[in-house]
């Protein structure tokens, strides 16, 4: 199941961004690290162009290191420049990641959150979007675990919670599931 990636090769994995049981997004990623709960990845900046949300611009030349898991419900994405400098954290509320070889699918559960690099605006998102999801009658349970990690997102962001959950992990015996299929 697991393999030892310390070998130098940079390993890619291709991140599948799921909405409403669709593919919203899907890129290729370079693999830092994954230790069988959570799963470190870098990329630049996916979609075509600009998106300005008014609060942050994500653009071309932007990387973002993206923290997804496999035991909470939700993705924690450092958003940088190009010349390096971080803008902030972007938190999707999500379904706990499932990796299969080289694939990392993620179901987005509408819900977001965003924290500047300062700390000093933190911004829950999207909370029309997750009621008229229909998520509430379809599954109640994912719903409360939805608002639960949100929640738990807000708190981290608060404090230093944020900067300690994308700490980087120690590298020693590095794990990586196995990249063939």
Do not use: Q
Request: glycine fraction near 8%; charge should be negative; charged fraction near 25%.
């Amino acid at each position: 199941m697991s393999a030892n990636s310390a070998d130098g090769g940079a390993a890619t994995v291709g991140i599948v961004l799921v909405k409403a049981g669709a593919t919203k997004i899907r890129y290729p990623a370079e693999l830092l690290h994954d230790d069988g709960t959570r799963v470190t990845v870098r990329a630049p900046w996916a979609a075509p162009g600009v998106r300005d949300f008014g609060f942050v611009r994500f653009e071309p030349g932007d990387v973002l290191t993206e923290h997804y898991w496999r035991d909470r419900w939700y993705a924690v994405k450092e958003v940088y420049a190009a010349d390096g400098t971080l803008k902030g954290w972007y938190c999707d509320v999500t379904r706990p990641a499932v990796r299969e070889g080289a694939v990392l699918t993620v179901e987005d559960l509408d819900l977001d959150l965003w924290c500047s690099a300062d700390g000093t605006a933190v911004l829950r998102l999207d909370e029309d979007e997750f009621e008229a999801s229909g998520l509430r009658a379809a599954d109640p349970a994912a719903a409360v675990a939805a608002l639960r990690a949100l929640d738990e997102l807000e708190a981290l962001a608060r404090g230093p919670g944020l900067r300690k959950v994308t700490e980087p992990v120690p590298n020693p015996g590095f794990r990586s599931e196995s990249l063939s299929a």
